[in-house]
């Protein structure tokens, strides 16, 4: 799958670019070099929205386990700080 990048002004000087792009991947849209924007085709756009299914039934988990309570016990050790990489 191809990624494209374009500025906004490259988006708005030629949109038609930009849909053929979309036709082999995503488009990210840059506004001052950062990513503001992604162009997608309808059937990406379908693919990634799903057609409107509950996660739950696109995990392939049978109907009823989105009612099924989970209860984690409390810890007892201290909280440490997040280590980030």
């Known amino acids: 799958m191809a990624m494209t990048t374009l500025s906004s002004r490259e988006f708005n000087q030629d949109t038609g670019r930009a849909k053929k792009?979309?036709?082999e991947g995503p488009v990210f849209i840059?506004?001052?070099?950062r990513p503001a924007h992604v162009l997608l085709?309808?059937?990406?756009y379908?693919?990634?929205a799903g057609g409107g299914d509950a996660l739950i039934s696109r995990l392939g988990l049978p109907a009823g386990i989105e009612d099924v309570e989970v209860e984690f016990p409390?810890?007892?050790?201290p909280a440490r700080p997040a280590e980030f990489f």
Request: glycine content about 6%.
């Open 41 to 44: 085709s309808i059937e990406a």
């Open 46 to 48: 379908r693919r990634l």
């Open 74 to 77: 409390s810890s007892r050790e």
């Open 21 to 23: 792009a979309a036709a």
């Open 30 to 33: 840059t506004d001052r070099g």
